[in-house]
T-cell receptor, first 113, second 113 residues
Framework: GENVEQHPSTLSVQEGDSAVIKCTYSDSASNYFPWYKQELGKGPQLIIDIRSNVGEKKDQRIAVTLNKTAKHFSLHITETQPEDSAVYFCAASNGLSGNQFYFGTGTSLTVIP | GAGVSQSPSNKVTEKGKDVELRCDPISGHTALYWYRQSLGQGLEFLIYFQGNSAPDKSGLPSDRFSAERTGGSVSTLTIQRTQQEDSAVYLC???????????FGPGTRLTVT
């Protein structure tokens, strides 16, 4: 089955700096890669996703890049703000096997004002 | 519109008791997922429903866990003879047909004493 690894587990950045979180996956059949933000006491919220037919997607301060050859994808947050502080999860899915999703173990991001 | 709702938000139960957790997906979403999130951990897949198809139960950790989805909408996750290791946040997510985006509920925090 699919195995998703996520790094780092914790990340602290100064407000205004960029943050990068990286994930690797093992199943070359995976074709959908979402990123979720989870604030304390809440469920994960989808913030951006990318499908395997593109290499990069951007939405304001958030971008995701995908390298299918190397089987890794990354989340980039620019101009970080204190409200970006949360736990971020990556995931991979191949649309098969019941559309099952495989999640990384999460990155706790702290943006220091 | 209304998002995914879960009830109760918190549940404390004694070891050995049965519990039922409820999920109301977004109206019209055909896919429904249950996940378990232990403290500081990622999301562990439990079960997946898609329309009228047989559910994918491959993630259920033991036969004490079961889930139903009535009328293609509301779902109930039942844990029988609860154990302390069942303590976790149980998250429900729904997804519209033909897309991969998952929308999560706020979760039910289960504590087994």
């Amino acid at each position: 089955g699919e195995n998703v690894e996520q790094h780092p587990s914790t990340l602290s950045v100064q407000e205004g700096d960029s943050a990068v979180i990286k994930c690797t996956y093992s199943d070359s059949a995976s074709n959908y890669f979402p990123w979720y933000k989870q604030e304390l006491g809440k469920g994960p919220q989808l913030i951006i996703d990318i499908r395997s037919n593109v290499g990069e997607k951007k939405d304001q301060r958030i971008a995701v890049t995908l390298n299918k050859t190397a089987k890794h994808f990354s989340l980039h947050i620019t101009e970080t703000q204190p409200e970006d502080s949360a736990v971020y999860f990556c995931a991979a899915s191949n649309g098969l096997s019941g559309n099952q999703f495989y999640f990384g173990t999460g990155t706790s991001l702290t943006v220091i004002p | 519109g209304a998002g995914v709702s879960q009830s109760p938000s918190n549940k404390v139960t004694e070891k050995g008791k049965d519990v039922e957790l409820r999920c109301d997906p977004i109206s019209g979403h055909t896919a429904l997922y249950w996940y378990r999130q232990s403290l500081g951990q990622g999301l562990e897949f439990l079960i997946y429903f898609q329309g009228n198809s047989a559910p994918d139960k491959s993630g259920l950790p033991s036969d004490r866990f079961s889930a139903e989805r009535t009328g293609g909408s509301v779902s109930t996750l039942t844990i029988q003879r609860t154990q302390q290791e069942d303590s976790a946040v149980y998250l429900c997510a729904s997804s519209p047909l033909a897309t991969y985006e998952q929308y999560f509920g706020p979760g039910t925090r289960l504590t087994v004493t």
